[in-house]
């Protein structure tokens, strides 16, 4: 075997997306109701005879169920947790059915404001139902029933992912046995809603917005959209972290006394913006800020998040990151004191990490061997 | 678990966790500062049923704890147990950590603001051979306190005298005391046989 091949992590391989259509209405907490939709979802793994080792990943902002491997006719489009999930990973495909799924009101194939509304013929655009991360949990409750999945050995994801983790425990304690939250909070701060709104604000105020109903004019708010993508990007990355990788260093050498590209951060805020509004809707980045604003499970308990986990029966592994300025560490703190009040198992770790609230995503030793660790104990009790 | 196997972990452990078991009730809440690899609190859980917590600052010792299956927050004890409520354990315990303390003063009142009680041990630096080795001009290394003045942990090293005029000046009330030496009792002379002190006390109310 050739030395690269004993390095190189093994990687779950070609995989393919699969539609689950479901008939029966999906209600929505705002009351809304979707007659019919579709989740697009991909497995890694086998679920095993007892059908107790199925792990759900879930994303967050941008992503979707691509969560692992590589798509045989776009090799380069790996999936985004894909340092995580596969053979011989933090959370090994050889020992556990993982599962990811595009949540309702996406734009990676399940039904969302792209999709056709089947009683107008066109496509849901602004009448599409407002989504909270109940609703998604809800709607992934559905396709595990559909899988056969009585009970997930874990549900896991970061950020917007680490509260669908959390939804988890309260909404069905009895289906999940371990949530892991990565770079986590039990509801957003003032601060995080005010940037929400910033990205939403580009987005509704772009002339090509239409209300919500661009896809009809032929048109997309790609200013609108790479102006949010812009604004959130900065939020995921420390100032030290953007500072070490791109200081105030200079496109050409020099300033230009003009309000081009001058810094190269600029440039790279540009990039990141201009890749993303070709890829996704606007529309479902409305729905997802908000989203990440309404989830408040302290909200229908008098603030009260210890009371709002007293339901769950799950244990909990917390990690956080230190230099993780939109979910700081104190916001892990909230979930674990609320976990210790209903004397629930739950291990915390905090790890030192330079890279901001995108360290949930990136290759850390301590961090992916903490999650190692915690796999390896939830496989040897299944 | 067999008490063949209960004193294999003994012995592979510290010689303070049986006297610690002793006094922790069945399924009560226990809380483990500087909790290390975590197996205390998995004795504990397998002989006592106890519920309990680790708080560990270390990184390596976090990840044991998990890889034990031993619940464990990463957090600096030196900035006290703020996420923690006032009664909220029915045992806090600091298993020879006192000495490595910084704020040695204030963890032991941290611990008797969360705990109903506490237990401290620590090792006794009042026995003979230390006095001898210090008598003769030397900073004493024994099978306790194992380090070179230059690369030990340990700050705030005291003898049992020592420890229970703090406790006197500070309100506790000690509960029970237990003076070890090679994993056995000591009875007379405490201060100057015994190697580990095993204290159980609480606050005076």
């Known amino acids: 075997m050739a030395p690269e091949n004993i390095t190189k992590p093994r990687s779950v391989g070609a995989v393919k997306p699969q539609i689950m259509h479901f008939s029966e209405p999906l209600q929505f907490r705002s009351g809304a109701v979707l007659d019919s939709y579709e989740l697009t979802y991909e497995t890694y793994g086998t679920l095993n005879a007892a059908r107790s080792n199925a792990v759900l990943a879930c994303h967050a902002l941008n992503a979707a169920h691509h969560v692992a491997g590589y798509y045989a006719d776009d090799p380069e489009n790996i999936g985004w947790w894909d340092n995580m999930i596969g053979p011989d990973k933090p959370l090994d495909t050889e020992k556990f059915f993982v599962i990811g799924v595009n949540n309702v009101g996406g734009c990676f194939g399940s039904t969302g404001p792209k999709s056709v509304d089947p009683r107008t013929g066109k496509p849901y655009g602004s009448s599409f139902p407002v989504v909270t991360v109940e609703d998604w949990v809800n709607a992934q409750a559905r396709l595990a029933d559909r899988l056969g999945i009585d009970s997930f050995a874990a549900v896991m994801g970061g950020s917007l992912g680490a509260m669908q983790a959390l939804q988890w425990t309260i909404g069905f304690p009895g289906r999940i046995r371990n949530s892991i939250a990565v770079a986590a909070a039990p509801r957003l701060s003032a601060q995080n809603i005010a940037f929400n709104e910033v990205a939403r604000q580009a987005i509704t105020t772009d002339p090509d917005f239409h209300g919500g109903d661009y896809y009809g004019h032929g048109v997309v708010p790609r200013r609108g959209l790479r102006l949010a993508r812009m604004i959130g990007h900065i939020t995921y990355l420390s100032d030290d972290a953007m500072m070490e990788r791109f200081g105030r260093a200079l496109r050409s050498g020099s300033i230009n006394f003009h309000f081009d590209v001058d810094f190269e951060i600029e440039s790279y805020l540009r990039h990141q913006g201009d890749k993303f509004s070709e890829y996704f809707d606007a529309n479902t980045y409305l729905l997802i800020t908000r989203a990440l604003d309404y989830f408040d499970p302290a909200a229908a308990h008098g603030n009260d998040l210890s009371r709002a986990l007293a339901v769950a029966r799950a244990r909990f592994l917390v990690i956080s990151f230190t230099s993780d300025w939109r979910f700081s560490p104190a916001r892990s703190h909230e979930i674990v004191k609320a976990l210790l009040d209903n004397r629930l198992d739950v291990s915390y770790a905090e790890i030192n990490a330079p890279h901001g609230h995108d360290a949930f995503l990136l290759d850390d030793p301590r961090y992916h061997a903490l999650v190692r660790a915690y796999f390896d104990n939830i496989h040897a009790a299944l | ?205």
């Open chain 2, 1 to 205: 678990m067999t008490e063949q196997e209960q004193d294999r972990i003994t012995l592979s452990g510290r010689q303070d966790f049986k006297a610690i078991a002793a006094w922790v009730r069945p399924d009560s809440t226990v809380l483990d500062l500087g909790c290390g690899d975590g197996l205390l609190l998995r004795y504990l859980g397998q002989t006592r049923n106890a519920r309990g917590y680790g708080v560990e600052l270390a990184d390596e010792n976090v990840l044991t704890c998990v890889r034990n299956g031993v619940n464990v927050i990463q957090s600096d004890l030196e900035r006290g147990l703020a996420g923690f409520d006032a009664g909220s354990f029915d045992c806090v315990i600091l298993s020879q950590t006192l000495q490595a303390m910084r704020h040695t003063e204030e963890i032991v009142l941290e611990m008797l603001r969360v705990g109903r009680e506490a237990i401290v041990s620590f090792p006794n630096f009042g026995r003979w051979d230390l006095r001898l080795q210090v008598a003769l001009g030397r900073m004493p290394v024994s099978e306790n306190l194992p380090y070179q003045w230059y690369n030990t942990p340990n700050v705030h090293l005291c003898t049992i005298a020592d420890f229970e005029s703090f406790c006197a000046d500070h309100d506790i009330h000690v509960l029970e005391r237990i003076v070890l030496h090679r994993g056995r009792a000591v009875g007379l002379l405490a201060n100057f046989l015994g190697s580990l002190a095993v204290y159980r006390i609480e606050k005076r109310r």
